[in-house]
């Protein structure tokens, strides 16, 4: 946002003051609202669209606090800076637990206001940036969601995928969406009206996996008292997905290249062929020309599987992708329950993009619906995540900073993302209450 858009209230009983931040603020190219009593911000705030509002703390009557109170009760898209000439740690800590994004103490330069203005208001853009992208709903007309630009050529490639006739490799880690994948290239296909069948080649016992893809006839082996049909007659028109295709023992492998090359297949018993008018899209979480070299996957079979190889990225690169997909499964969880979709709070979403996610969509969505299931309240918080994803850093670590003093940062922001409940805190840190009480920095300790 350019900052000619941005409105921001200044509130202060010096009229100097007021001055002084208006002509800095002005010269910004900021749109800036005065006020020298809280009030007055009061009616401006509720006929005004203020981004950020810039309060002193000490006040005649109705002090800066409690401008902070009824900005954090009423208004969800507004970012506070609290300014004083009185500054004392406590007063710190309470101006932040309260509310205010930043602190700043008086005298201070304009290039120390402009530097804390610009780093709150970057704050509140990527909080829009997550609200719009976590509230729209996109998805896509290949029943994938996202719009991110990873997602954007996984759509490209599923177009030219499906307009032609050769064979699919899709690539990925486990839980990225292989098989909704190869849906989306199957039924966007001039095959869309035949079936799509899908194998789980690692799922079928070795002794069955000929009879269960090509099917057998009466008498081929004890047991066979009727002729059955296999999955390649089922799809017959249509398309065969072949999930796992490097769990296929070599000597299957044999056989599946046959049907690649021929475009015909046997049924187990019989020696007349049977023609295989099927599309043929394979996937696989593993390193197939890897599995090559080492004598374990047929290179003829790899290079008639990858005549169109599609990878799909891991969740981790799909950017703000995973905002749309939270929202989504919250919605479809919150309805098969019968419950109203809670509202995941900033923090918690930030936390959730900076994981891993070594399960990808697939371990997002199992974590969804637990959340979904065992949250109680309105809204998601960091304490609701699992361990493994509650803490992050907001900005990049300085390396110069004693043990001692990480130990204290850390503490402080567990205290925080549990309301300074010392049970909770301590029982994420892994010590008792009273190892934590001895911890706490005595100025943040007597702010409590």
Same mark, same amino acid.
């Given at each position: 946002?350019?900052?000619?858009?941005?409105?921001?209230?200044?509130?202060?009983d010096?009229?100097?003051? @007021?001055?002084?931040?208006q002509?800095?603020?002005?010269?910004?190219?900021?749109?800036?609202?005065?006020s020298?009593?809280?009030?007055?911000?009061?009616?401006?705030?509720?006929?005004?669209?203020?981004?950020?509002v810039?309060?002193?703390y000490k006040?005649?009557?109705t002090?800066g606090?409690?401008l902070?109170?009824?900005? %954090?009760?009423?208004?969800?898209?507004?970012?506070?800076?609290?300014i004083t000439?009185?500054?004392?740690?406590?007063?710190?800590?309470?101006?932040?637990?309260?509310?205010?994004?930043?602190?700043?103490?008086?005298?201070?330069?304009?290039?120390? @206001?402009?530097?804390?203005?610009q780093k709150?208001?970057?704050?509140?853009?990527?909080?829009?940036?997550?609200?719009?992208?976590?509230? !729209?709903n996109?998805?896509?007309?290949?029943?994938?969601?996202?719009?991110? %630009?990873?997602?954007q050529?996984?759509?490209?490639?599923?177009?030219?995928a499906?307009?032609?006739?050769?064979?699919?490799?899709?690539?990925? &880690?486990?839980?990225?969406?292989?098989?909704?994948?190869?849906?989306?290239?199957?039924?966007n !296909? %001039?095959? !869309? $009206?035949a079936?799509?069948?899908?194998?789980?080649?690692?799922?079928?016992?070795?002794?069955?996996?000929?009879?269960?893809?090509?099917?057998?006839?009466k008498?081929?082996?004890?047991?066979?008292?009727?002729?059955?049909?296999?999955?390649?007659?089922?799809a &017959?028109?249509?398309? #065969?997905?072949?999930?796992? #295709?490097?769990?296929? $023992? =070599?000597?299957l492998?044999?056989?599946?290249?046959?049907?690649?090359?021929?475009?015909e297949?046997y049924?187990?018993?019989s020696?007349?062929?049977?023609?295989?008018?099927?599309r043929?899209?394979?996937?696989?979480?593993?390193? @197939?020309?890897?599995?090559? %070299?080492?004598?374990?996957?047929?290179?003829?079979?790899?290079?008639?599987?990858?005549?169109i190889?599609?990878? =799909?990225?891991?969740?981790?690169?799909?950017?703000?992708d995973?905002?749309?997909?939270?929202n989504?499964? !919250?919605?479809?969880?919150?309805?098969?329950?019968?419950?109203?979709t809670? #509202?995941?709070?900033?923090?918690?979403?930030?936390?959730?993009?900076?994981?891993?996610?070594?399960?990808?969509?697939?371990?997002?969505e199992?974590?969804?619906?637990?959340?979904?299931?065992?949250?109680?309240?309105?809204?998601i918080?960091?304490?609701?995540?699992?361990?493994?994803?509650?803490f992050?850093s907001?900005?990049? &670590?300085?390396?110069?900073?004693?043990?001692?003093e990480?130990?204290?940062?850390?503490?402080?922001?567990?205290?925080?993302? #549990?309301?300074?409940?010392?049970?909770k805190a301590?029982?994420?840190?892994g010590i008792?209450?009273?190892? @934590?009480?001895?911890?706490?920095?005595?100025?943040?300790?007597?702010a409590?």
């Open positions: 946002m350019k900052n000619e858009n941005v409105n921001i209230l200044v509130v202060d010096t009229q100097n003051t @007021l001055e002084i931040l002509r800095s603020l002005l010269s910004q190219g900021y749109n800036i609202y005065l020298s009593n809280v009030k007055a911000a009061i009616k401006i705030l509720e006929s005004q669209a203020i981004d950020l810039i309060t002193d006040m005649p009557k002090n606090l409690e902070i109170r009824h900005i %954090k009760e009423n208004y969800t898209d507004i970012k506070i800076i609290m000439g009185y500054a004392t740690v406590e007063s710190a800590v309470i101006a932040i637990k309260e509310g205010a994004e930043e602190y700043l103490c008086k005298p201070f330069t304009d290039e120390e @206001l402009a530097a804390v203005v709150v208001l970057k704050k509140l853009f990527t909080h829009r940036s997550i609200e719009k992208k976590y509230k !729209s996109n998805l896509n007309l290949y029943g994938i969601i996202g719009e991110s %630009k990873e997602t050529k996984m759509y490209s490639a599923i177009e030219k499906a307009k032609a006739l050769a064979t699919v490799i899709i690539t990925g &880690e486990s839980g990225t969406g292989k098989e909704l994948v190869a849906r989306a290239i199957h039924y !296909s %001039k095959r !869309s $009206s079936p799509f069948v899908p194998i789980h080649c690692g799922a079928i016992p070795e002794n069955l996996f000929e009879s269960e893809l090509f099917g057998y006839v008498g081929a082996f004890t047991g066979a008292d009727q002729s059955r049909a296999g999955f390649f007659q089922s &017959e028109g249509g398309t #065969v997905f072949l999930d796992e #295709v490097s769990e296929i $023992s =070599l000597a492998q044999v056989k599946l290249l046959r049907v690649l090359q021929n475009k297949f049924m187990v018993g020696s007349r062929p049977y023609l295989a008018n099927i043929i899209v394979a996937a696989t979480n593993k390193d @197939l020309l890897g599995l090559v %070299k080492k004598g374990l996957f047929r290179e003829d079979l790899y290079y008639r599987l990858t005549v190889s599609i990878n =799909l990225p891991p969740l981790k690169d799909r950017g703000d995973i905002f749309l997909l939270i989504y499964f !919250s919605n479809k969880f919150s309805a098969e329950l019968g419950v109203e809670p #509202v995941f709070t900033e923090e918690t979403l930030l936390a959730m993009k900076k994981h891993s996610w070594p399960g990808n969509i697939r371990e997002l199992n974590i969804i619906q637990q959340l979904i299931v065992m949250t109680d309240g309105p809204n918080t960091i304490p609701d995540l699992p361990a493994s994803m509650r992050f907001k900005e990049k &670590e300085s390396l110069n900073k004693s043990l001692a990480v130990d204290t940062a850390y503490i402080i922001k567990v205290l925080n993302s #549990v309301n300074n409940n010392k049970s301590a029982k994420i840190l008792d209450r009273k190892t @934590l009480r001895d911890k706490i920095p005595t100025d943040y300790k007597d409590l």
